[in-house]
């Protein structure tokens, strides 16, 4: 059985139903390891003190909001490609989560941001190039919300995200070419010189892996969601 | 292709003035920013590059829903698409059109308006430059926004919002090759990757203008 | 020169219009498309015409030969009337501007600006362009609207002339046209009746 | 509860928004898929009927 | 004229959010400035009142021309005209929705958006009340605006060129009295002014527009 | 409830286009009025509503009694057939939206956005504001444009109908509409003949 008969609105349907419920307890139970483990069970940093807390939201929500448009990238080309309209929908479906996570990396960010740098907001290019992508993100959304002809919103956004990618990548060089900035580096590398510290790289990994599960879920449920409205649009106007 | 892009700048001509108005906006504009910040020469002088680069960016903007939402409303998008031009040569020569409406004159009244802004010497050049080279990348892209946008009954607004962004790669390259002619470093790198930027756009966004408009038609 | 469509099936926004469309023409051609308001005429001549996709069967015919005109006039405001139709002349490439001017009895208005047109001058305007263009092909939603009976005589009689000189010429309309040999293909019989929408949306159950 | 010492106010502010938003998405994806379901239902019914 | 009203939130919800795009127009002409100027916070700081009045007058500018031309488009306008509502008070009314629509979302954005230009403290307090005061006239003057242009097709640039000179006053009182504030003198004099400017607009402006509508549907 | 219209000269432009028009109507009477494209029908009609001024002549008639439809159909894309009645039925301060929606036959569609309506669907909706208005003189430019068969009879009927109830409608068209008791107005004979153009311009000589 190939890989794209889940673009089978019927077929997806019922995989991601019977996925979802496992999927929601793993998702729980790393969120909450994670989140707990970070806040109740990590020392402070010698430098950041307790605030290095916070980087157990702000990494992870900053990773799913890049990620989630990379997904977004490739279900659209999958759509225009191939013209699977669960491929769309699940694009469709993503940018809402994507825009979440870009804000919460932005607020846990600035908020990090007022003890560390002395301000909430410096026109730093991690920082700037993130509010261009929320950007993207709003214009993403607008167009679908604007064209009323689901097949052909689908064909414009898929358009836009592929163009909005290559201008996004351009964006973010030239950012850094504008402005050198405050923000540290990866510290995230397999390079065990570079990452920090073990007593948060471990609970930094479980909240990943559980801000990634909550991101498979929700996408999974408004997938459906999508795909239940066209059908019941599609049987309304049958109807008629 | 010649015959539409002739037609357009007859018709930026005949639609009360397309030279002109672009122009006049571009002006409005920068005269707008002392009102607004004061009129302390020195401070003007450091932010006239980046306040010319605004301005010739959204006066440029103004006038990108024409490109397409015309043709549309009066079914002659529809007829010109089953014409014997392809779609990619329609935008471009459409694109071509508005920057020579727009994006060309715009260059031209930069160096005035500079010094109305204390712009210091050695930075005219520079800006003449990097507006001759960016803006055809602004029209470019704009035809891109425009021909997505162009089903949906006034969606200036939208328009801007999906330009924008799409947008700030040329500004920036474009402004700091002017600010680091003004602190006396070297503009050129900015200004090639500029090129780079615009020769990418002229070269391959028609043909996602194309891509989008056949949808649009839909 | 012909035409093909076979089992086409039409859908607009979430709903299907018409099911299972078929006819073919050959050069001489004429075929009016009848039916009351809605029943998908214009819908079907956009999928002729390539503006739209059907969402079903196959259509065989050459785009290259196709001139379109629709519900509205492709007219510009701010051109003159010769302006007009010389642009058209330049896209397909053809340079017949001052006969057709003549042919449509627009002579006198040449030099006007299309603003400046009653309705059925710009209707007129619009038409002249679908001769202008030397195309095999005709596709024409409801040409006559807005025109009086002279000149509903005239279009009439330039499709016939067309379709004479081996033309086709599928057409739309609520009057009684005078184009002999013209076949009329009543689209009532298409409306879809079985339960058979084709979006993937509506197989199966969930 | 874990000291966070002076900079206990920008901790739990980072925790609060964060979660105000996540929780917020959840609850409309949740509400939006409640009520994609019912609609679908209703509309079954009717083709049913 | 409360149908009007309501019927001009309602479409400019569903033409594509209303609210949300000039929002998001001004959110990104404020985030070009530093692109443009460089990103040093006292420069930014120094210039930031102005950049807001002129960036909020933008995004306001930029949807003026949705007033009367989509009615008048689609023949709206000439049957209006015929009806029972005065002239005026068609205007009145559009002019108020347009308020609602633009200068209002604009007034509450303004506050976080001061924050990303690093705008001094004392100054947010006064910023969002010149915004409040102000922008109704924006919306009352761009209405007359509009009005004149309505007849040309597409007059988007020639309306801007018409309204920026008649939006000068506006612009000027607003920044004065945020640019004061940041610099501790008394801001209230040029707030005052502003608001008889306003009053001035929301009284007379829409007979203004009544007779240009008259003159324009001729 | 009368119009009286005495040597009416309207002009477009520079041009003057018909002169001298003389009519006089009264309650439950239509007029129709036509002559062939480009007479001046649309033009007659605008004055009558007052949208244009006439050059010379005087027209007496009451205003605020005036429902106006002309060539386009005054419809909001981004409303529902149902939102758009009801605006107009806030505008003219009348409640019968529903009814009008179901005597134009457009119960189906009342929730569909009118962008998604035939151009005959759409010209229906445009003509169920005249019946909502509630008012005596009704004024309509072609109205039976894109309409079907059925459909055209429809309308006629509501002329027939306001009419025979004491309203007054004056109507261009170029089909024969079955209005019994309607009066027909040939514009051709209102054509400028004598060179008495009334512009100040021509006045003298200098
Ligand atoms: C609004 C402001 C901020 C934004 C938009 C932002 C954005 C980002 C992004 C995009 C990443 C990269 C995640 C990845 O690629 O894996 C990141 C990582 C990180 N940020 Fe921030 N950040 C902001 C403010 C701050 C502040 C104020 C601090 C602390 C002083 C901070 C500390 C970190 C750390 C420690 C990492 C992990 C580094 C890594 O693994 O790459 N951030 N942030
Ligand atoms: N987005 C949409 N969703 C649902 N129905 C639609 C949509 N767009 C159009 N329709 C319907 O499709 C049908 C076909 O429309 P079409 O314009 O082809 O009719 P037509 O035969 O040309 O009618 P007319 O004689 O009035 O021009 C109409 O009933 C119309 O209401
Ligand atoms: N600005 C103008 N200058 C000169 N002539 C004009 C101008 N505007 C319109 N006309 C002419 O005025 C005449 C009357 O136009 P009108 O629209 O009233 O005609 P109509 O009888 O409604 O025709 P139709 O049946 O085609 O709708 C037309 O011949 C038109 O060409
Ligand atoms: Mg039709
Ligand atoms: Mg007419």
Known sequence: MSFWEYANPVKFMGLSGRLIPVLSVLTALCLAVGILWGFFGTPDDYKQGSTVKIIFLHVPSAMIAINAWIMMMITSLVWLIRRHHVSALAAKAAAPIGLTMTLIALGTGAIWGKPMWGTYWAWDPRLTSFMILAVFYLGYIALWNAIEDTDVAADLTSILCMVGSVFALLSRYAVNFWNQGLHQGASLSLDKEEHVDNAFYFPLLVCIAGFVLLFVILVLIRTRTEIRLRRAASLQARNT | MLALFTRDLKLAFRSGGGFGLALAFFLIVVMFVPFGVGSDLTLLARIAPGILWIGALLACLLSLDRIFQLDHEDGTLDVLATSPLPLSGITAAKATAHWVTTGLPLTLAAIPLGYLLNLPEPAYIWLFASLAIGTPALSFIGAFGAAVTVGIKRGGLLLSLLVLPLYIPTLIFGAVSVTKSVDGLNPLPSLILLAGLTLFSVVLMPFASALALKANLN | ?206 | MPDLGKYADTVILAYVVSFVLLIGLSAITWAQSRRAKRLLDAEEARRGK
């Not at chain 3, 015409?49 to 065989?60: F, K, R």
């Not at chain 3, 449509?104 to 006007?112: E, I, M, Q, V, Y």
């Not at chain 3, 009329?184 to 879809?192: A, G, H, K, R, V």
């Open chain 3, 1 to 206: 020169m012909t035409i093909k469509a076979t089992n086409i099936c039409c859908s607009r926004g979430p709903r299907q219009v018409l099911q299972d469309v078929c006819f073919s023409l050959t050069s001489g051609d004429c075929l009016i498309l009848r039916g009351p308001n809605g029943v998908g005429k214009s819908t079907l001549l956009r999928v002729l015409a390539g503006l739209s996709q059907q969402s079903s069967g196959t259509l065989e015919l050459d785009h290259e030969e196709i001139a379109y005109s629709g519900h509205l006039d492709a007219v510009k405001f701010q051109l003159t009337i010769a302006e007009n139709l010389s642009f058209w002349a330049g896209v397909y490439g053809t340079d017949t501007t001052a006969q057709v001017i003549a042919h449509f009895g627009l002579n006198d208005l040449a030099d006007r600006y299309a603003a400046n047109l009653s309705a059925g001058q710009k209707r007129r305007l619009g038409l002249a362009r679908m001769t202008l263009s030397n195309r095999k092909i005709w596709l024409m939603d409801e040409p006559t609207t807005s025109l009086d009976a002279e000149h509903t005589g005239l279009i009439a009689q330039s499709i016939s002339d067309h379709c004479f000189a081996g033309g086709i010429a599928v057409l739309s309309t609520h009057l009684d046209l005078d184009i002999p040999s013209a076949k009329t293909l009543d689209l009532l019989q298409f409306i879809p009746t079985k339960d058979t929408n084709t979006s993937i949306f509506l197989q199966g159950s969930f």
